[in-house]
């Protein structure tokens, strides 16, 4: 019983971190991994923000290809495997 809870945890946890595979590269990523604690209603308004905070930082050249669906999509992702 023990060896199928752990392995159930293994797994879920490697879905949870693919779902920030297309992101990874992106600054602060804990940031926006942190979104996937808020409730459902506040999703949209924790990915805006870090959205805004990437995309208008100079330094980050990624900021400007950045989708915030994509983003949102990484977050859903990981709240649904948790």
């Known amino acids: ?3 199928i809870i752990v392995f159930s945890l293994m797994v ?8 920030f595979e297309s992101v990874k590269n992106l600054p602060n990523l804990d940031q926006l991994k942190a979104c996937a604690q808020l409730p459902a209603e506040q ?3 924790c990915v805006g923000d870090y959205f805004s905070r ?3 930082d100079p330094s980050n050249t ?3 290809l950045l ?3 994509t983003l ?6 990981s709240v649904n495997s948790m």
């Open 54 to 56: 990437v995309s208008s």
């Open 1 to 3: 019983m023990l060896v």
């Open 43 to 45: 999703l949209p308004k």
């Open 12 to 19: 879920s946890y490697s879905y949870a971190a693919d779902c």
């Open 72 to 77: 949102l999509d990484a977050v859903k992702c």
């Open 67 to 69: 989708n915030p669906q």
């Open 62 to 64: 990624m900021g400007a």
